[in-house]
């Protein structure tokens, strides 16, 4: 039997970015999303036709100084998530993760999800800047292209 969509999802998700095998990174759990949800109801958006989800996004609302600690590698991404702190301002947008199946992909899919969440979270908040940490040359030319949709600055964390 052919796994699920979101079988393949999760899959695709620990091949990218395998963080089962770094603790550092964000591993997205229900504690995890219950408390994305309360920084911000956009952080996480998913796209999905009659057989399930096909794409995730994950994007992180946060404070300028947690963003720039994290891309001086001072804090990983685990302690970015960990340390932002909940009811405040945030100016700085982490784009953490975009996932597509295979199929999907080039169809513009993580752009719209990505236009629409960070939309909705400049309704709330006085986001400046966003920043990213690519495991992908795709990963990559999405945040440049976002940064470009967008008109907000992108810097990266090497």
Known sequence: ??????????????????????????????????????????????????????????????TIELMNRFLKKEISEKELFELTPLNTTYEALYLCSGLVLEEYRRKGIIRELAIKAIEDIRKDHPVKVLFSWAFTREGDLAAEALAKLTGLPLLKRN
Do not use: C, F
Request: charge should be negative.
């Open 1 to 62: 039997m052919p796994l699920s969509n979101y079988d393949r999802l999760i899959k695709l998700a620990e091949e990218t970015y395998a963080m089962n095998d770094d603790p550092s990174q964000l591993n997205v759990n229900k504690e995890v999303r219950d408390r994305l949800i309360r920084i911000h109801p956009a952080t996480l958006s998913e796209y999905s036709n009659e057989n399930g989800p096909v794409a995730w996004l994950l994007v992180i609302p946060t």
